[in-house]
């Protein structure tokens, strides 16, 4: 069962990417073509207890049976296929394969050349002539030995397969988690975490003007490629690694120069710490692809680097697990570390992030530092963080956006802070956070106590809080004007109400049951939403239920999540309806989801759906048939936008009632507890307000 040295292999797993299909049809296949004229291709090896089939005749039982979702898999077949067999001792798709063949790619879309053609002397020059210095490609080539023909070949083959260097490249990189690229996988974030980080960085790039310099503090190559994504062709940028030999680094170097990023430039290094000169955002990720065992407190030394360099020119983005950045308790000389930092006043703000960005350890929350000035003139005592907490919030765009936005924000003087309207955040005092011994996001209680001294510390804190409430509140606002006009003829623009039944039988309509879950699986904060009949009697007034989604996927195997648009609804103790814009929540039996088929939607509109049920009498019980109402497709569109700004005009007035409520509060505990004064404002005008009055 041994296969000759050059062939590419594949796994099930593999087989079933390339014919873009799901793994079981693969297995399906393999039983059923035995014993016939085109039996599935036999394994040609056993490697770490996977069986391995040859690429190539597994690409021509494709073809030749038409089995599969993708035509072109003769051609891509490359890019779904394991290395060449590794070089001797090595595990198949070992990392001196993975470097040796990023290192070809990179020096394919240096050169742009056929790789195959040359020998091991041709090659190694290439290398030498484009990697002088042997900061990318030259070792990796080297290390290769006598296996470097044939992996130069297999490159060739595998960007062919990918229609260029780079899109191969990524596809290797994307593939980590199999290849042996242990640090890598370890610390891989999701898309959404890499989507943030960058826009914040570039965000701030932007804010700071000129030709922005990223540096990349921790080797996150991930975090760098999307920052030149986003920026895009917004100017030109200067990119800085880390000055490190190391794997990772190396790779972030090629990474870089495969996507065509010729210039970048290695951090100059002073003693212990690195320089960085002029106006710059660093982006790090903690711990890194280098360093994939750091502890607390080496995270927060590597990030006591990046502040010792700092200047108020330069802004730094860092995500780490929240256990560090922004939980407690921590070991003493983590907790003296981040105290110090604290102190600094460079932290100008902290987010905890929900759980899920960490893809190997999904259950371990992340947090965000955003550095920048450190306002020198401003008293320690008065030094203020922007503090958030989204560790139940899903990472969706406007959340993203808007976080982005008080991130921004934040870099600015008190002034200025307080003209902006905050979605997520609130402004915490330094002192306020190094004092307290839990987490540095949590919500502080407003006092009850009486006693005028113990409110003392908090006057300067509920002043600022208490004008940031009076000048949202002045601020609300105004609300959109919608354009109605008669309709020309009512009868060619009017459908008419059907039922659920006839809905469903047109397949117009589906129906999804609810989940059947333990009371004991709902936590009150951490993991994805669970609506039920509650959340749908009294959506503003039940606290929120959610469930672990690892603890929902492993004990609920065929448990079912929302889509965007899904229609929740109950029957008892009577119909009632919601909208589930976001999708992804868990929805739990009596509740049920009734879901329009984006094709053919006959005319529903999800809020109208829900607005017909919760009119619905309280005795009508008999979900299939009750009626809805059906809306023409050119008026879908408008009425499901104007929905849409009503609903966020809905939710702005619940906040501005929530706000009020604070506000009353903060001056009745203030006031009766001596710590406030309320001047006239009629006679303010004629006397000076006295010192220590609002």
């Known amino acids: 069962m041994d296969a000759p040295a050059d062939t590419l292999r594949m796994t099930m797993s593999d087989i079933a990417s390339l014919a873009q299909v799901q793994r079981p049809v693969v297995s399906m296949w393999r039983k059923r073509s035995a014993g016939t004229d085109s039996p599935f291709p036999m394994p040609v090896a056993v490697e770490q207890g996977l069986e391995v089939f040859d690429a190539g005749h597994v690409a021509g039982w494709l073809v030749a049976t038409g089995r599969g979702n ?32 990023t290192a070809l790619l990179t020096l394919k879309a240096i050169t742009g050349t056929t790789l195959g053609r040359m020998d091991s002397h041709d090659l190694m020059d290439a290398a030498d002539e484009c990697d002088p210095d042997d900061l990318f490609i030259y070792s990796e080539l080297a290390a290769l030995g006598s296996a470097l023909p044939s992996m130069a070949d297999f490159a060739d083959r595998l960007a062919d397969s990918a229609y260029n260097p780079a899109e191969a490249f990524e596809r290797l990189l994307a593939d980590r988690f199999r290849s042996g690229l242990k640090e ?21 790039a932007v804010a700071l003007g000129s030709d922005p310099v990223f540096v990349d503090s921790s080797s996150s190559s991930d975090l760098l490629l999307e920052v030149i994504r986003q920026f895009g062709d917004s100017g030109h940028l200067n990119i800085v690694t880390a000055n490190d030999d190391g794997g990772a680094a190396r790779l972030v170097r090629r990474r870089l120069r495969v996507h065509g990023v010729h210039d970048a430039k290695v951090v100059e290094e002073d003693g212990d710490g690195f320089i960085v000169q002029g106006t710059a955002v660093h982006v790090a990720q903690y711990p890194s692809p280098s360093e994939p065992g750091m502890d607390a407190a080496g995270i927060l030394s590597a990030v006591e680097r990046i502040v010792l360099q700092m200047d108020d020119e330069q802004r730094a983005v860092i995500i780490a697990p929240a256990r560090v950045l922004s939980d407690a ?63 139940t919030r899903r990472l969706t765009e406007d959340v993203a956006q808007d976080l982005i936005s008080d991130i921004v924000a934040s870099m600015s003087e008190l002034p200025t802070v307080r003209a902006h309207s905050f979605r997520f955040a609130r402004l915490v005092r330094t002192r306020q956070l190094l004092a307290g011994p839990g987490s540095l996001v949590a919500v502080p209680r407003p006092s009850s106590s009486t006693n005028a001294d113990k409110q003392r510390p908090d006057i300067a804190d509920a002043l600022v809080r208490i004008d940031e409430l009076v000048r949202r509140l002045n601020n609300a606002k105004p609300q959109g004007q919608l354009h109605v006009a008669a309709s020309p003829d009512e009868q060619t623009t009017t459908l008419l109400p059907d039922t659920v039944k006839n809905l469903l039988a047109a397949g117009q309509l589906s129906y999804v049951k609810g989940n059947r879950l333990q009371d004991a699986d709902f936590a009150a904060s951490a993991g994805i939403r669970v609506i039920g009949s509650a959340e749908l009697i009294e959506p503003h007034s039940v606290p929120p239920r959610h469930i672990d989604l ?94 849409a700004e009503l609903q966020h005009e809905q939710q702005e007035a619940r906040l501005r009632l929530d706000q009020l409520e604070e506000l009353a509060t903060l001056i009745t505990d203030g006031v009766a507890g001596g710590s406030l004064t309320l001047t006239d404002p009629i006679s303010n005008h004629a006397a000076a307000p006295t010192e220590g009055t609002h």
């Open 70 to 101: 993708n035509p072109e898999a003769a051609d891509d077949v490359a890019a779904f296929a394991r290395m060449p067999s590794p070089t001797a001792g090595q595990q198949p798709g070992g990392r001196p394969n993975f470097d040796g063949l």
């Open 184 to 204: 890598h996988a370890d610390t891989a974030l999701t898309d959404s975490a890499i989507d943030l980080v960058a826009a914040a960085a570039v965000e701030l």
């Open 329 to 391: 308790p921590l070991p003493p000389l983590a907790t003296e570390l981040r105290s110090g930092l604290l102190r600094s006043g460079r932290v100008r703000a902290i987010v905890r992030l929900p759980q899920g960005l960490l893809r190997s350890k999904p259950r371990e929350a992340q947090a965000l530092w955003v550095l920048g000035p450190s306002f020198a003139d401003v008293e320690i005592a008065d030094k203020w963080t922007m503090v958030a907490d989204l560790s």
């Open 550 to 643: 690892l603890h929902f996927a492993a004990t609920y195997p065929s448990g079912r999540l929302t889509e965007p648009g899904d229609v929740v609804f109950c029957t008892s103790p009577r119909p009632a309806a919601r909208v589930d814009v976001e999708g992804g929540a868990v929805v739990v039996f009596p509740a049920r989801v009734l879901r329009i088929d984006d094709g053919d939607p006959g005319g529903l509109v999800p809020d109208v759906v829900a607005a017909d049920i919760n009119r619905t009498a309280p005795a009508d019980k008999d979900w299939r048939k009750w009626q809805l109402r059906r809306t023409p497709d050119t008026q879908r569109q408008p009425l499901q936008n104007a929905l």
